[in-house]
């Protein structure tokens, strides 16, 4: 009965390779992010969407490229990993007709580029 | 035990005593902040959340404050206990606002 939850856990990669971060939503949310949280624990907003509209993207290079498939879902498809990528990646949902409403996080993908 | 400021301070505090945490938000057009928890190996999750109209909020052990005209946001947990050990971050948003922006964090550890 997990709310938010993301795939895989854990990633480890070489640079240079193409990776993608699955994330699911099982709370009947209309919007969902996805957030970097860097070795300092500094969390950073990358996108956001709104029944499947981009609504949010803060300067993320373009190697990034997030898709939502329908509202439950939100996927980060990262292009050309570089070593700088290495952080972990939260996803998180929220009722979006009411801007103010927590966020419900997943428990993270840890990617590691080597 | 009580922590200040937006870096990334520790806060130690003995089991059974009182803690609180501090933030200072950056932004006077936000009217609306979450208090999130982080255990290691986990996602932030929810604590309690304040609106701008109100300056006090009280959950389960749990006491948000907030003082808009210093910009100012502190966490109290009551009787803290060593599951209470965790990084707390503050988040602050703007009305018709998705997006959320994180303070730094604050480790608290709880010493038995």
């Known amino acids: 009965d997990t709310a938010v939850s993301q795939t895989p856990k854990y990633l480890v990669t070489q640079m240079g390779n193409d990776k993608s971060i699955k994330c699911e939503q099982n709370?009947?949310?209309?919007?969902m992010y996805w957030y970097k949280q860097d070795s300092k624990k500094f969390l950073k907003i990358m996108f956001s969407?709104?029944?499947?509209?981009?609504?949010i993207n803060e300067t993320v290079p373009n190697r990034f490229s997030p898709k939502s498939p329908d509202k439950a879902h939100l996927n980060l498809h990262i292009n050309s990993l570089e070593l700088g990528d290495s952080a972990v990646y939260f996803c998180?949902?929220?009722?979006?007709?009411?801007?103010?409403?927590?966020?419900?996080f997943g428990d993270g993908t840890r990617l590691s580029i080597l | 035990g009580e922590s200040v400021g937006l870096h990334l301070p520790t806060l130690s505090v003995q089991e059974g005593d009182n803690s609180i945490i501090n933030c200072a938000y950056s932004n006077s057009a936000s009217d609306y902040f979450i208090w999130y928890k982080q255990e290691s190996g986990k996602g932030p999750q929810f604590i309690i959340d304040?609106?701008?109209?109100?300056d006090k909020r009280q959950g389960q052990r749990v006491t948000v404050l907030l003082n808009k005209t210093v910009k100012h946001l502190s966490l109290q947990i009551a009787a803290t206990q060593p599951g209470d050990s965790a990084v707390y971050f503050c988040?602050?948003?703007?009305?018709?606002?998705?997006?959320?922006?994180f303070g730094a964090g604050t480790t608290v550890t709880v010493r038995a």
């Open positions: 998180a949902s929220s009722n979006g007709h009411d801007s103010n409403q927590p966020q419900h």
């Open positions: 969407y709104n029944n499947k509209e981009l609504i």
């Open positions: 709370l009947g949310h209309d919007t």
């Open positions: 988040a602050e948003n703007m009305a018709n606002d998705y997006k959320l922006s």
């Open positions: 304040i609106r701008s109209n109100m």
